[in-house]
């Protein structure tokens, strides 16, 4: 059991054995009950009086189940969990024993999607980096991650990953706007940051901004604008 805060509220179960199926992700959802996210293998495949090393990870909405050491499922889900409890749970007419039960943590991450170059870049690494830091939480901005591969996939999983997203749409930037469109697809909290006196695309007017100055003065009033909203997102998750 994954994201537990109250019976009558949305979590989820990795499961084996469930129904016919081998494995299997499923949510339970107010009002409607259970549902199948992803599901495979037969039932029948599975050896009965054997131990299965069963691991569930969890990294923003990105969840992922392994068996044995076998990456079973890769799946994206469609918002973030609320809930933070863990459990385990079985059923069926004959004992099953869980042992070596443990969990593992990680820094929360932060997604910053933004303009390269300045002035942005001073805002980045006087105000937000450090901002975000100070929570607790990891920065990651994609021109800062390391590695091979396709950066259209790493955008992606990043984003997938973190638990907020941060963007500067000051600038008529299309790279931004898709990470910030691909944030809000995942129902992903997001705070938006832009210099005041800009013109906003008809479409983003509605969301909440934090406008700032472009100044030395400036700066400690986004910071503190900043702090809040982070604060304040931080509470819901």
Known sequence: ??????????????????????????????????????????????????????????RGQRISLDVDGVRIFDQILRAPLQGKQLGVIASGSSPVHFKGLGTESEQPSVFVAMQFGEPFDTIYKQVIQPGVSN??????????????????????????????????????????????????????????????????????????????????GGKPAVERSLEKHLQAVLQDL
């Open 135 to 216: 929570l607790g939480l990891q920065v990651i901005r994609i021109d800062e991650v390391a590695g091979p591969g396709i950066v259209f996939e790493d955008i992606q999983r990043n984003i997938s990953e973190s638990k907020i997203v941060i963007a500067e749409i000051t600038a008529p930037n299309q790279n931004v706007f898709y990470e910030l469109g691909y944030a809000h697809a995942l129902n992903k909290p997001t705070i938006l940051l832009a210099q005041r006196g800009r013109e906003l695309p008809f479409d983003i007017r509605s969301y909440r901004v934090i406008f700032y100055d472009d100044t030395i």
């Open 1 to 58: 059991m994954i994201g537990y805060r109250s019976s009558n509220e949305r979590y989820l179960i990795a499961q084996l054995a469930a129904s016919q199926a081998a494995y299997s992700i499923a949510e339970f959802l107010p009002g409607f009950g259970w549902q199948a996210i992803v599901t495979a293998g037969e039932k029948a495949n599975l050896q009965p009086n054997r131990e299965y090393l069963v691991e569930v990870s969890l």
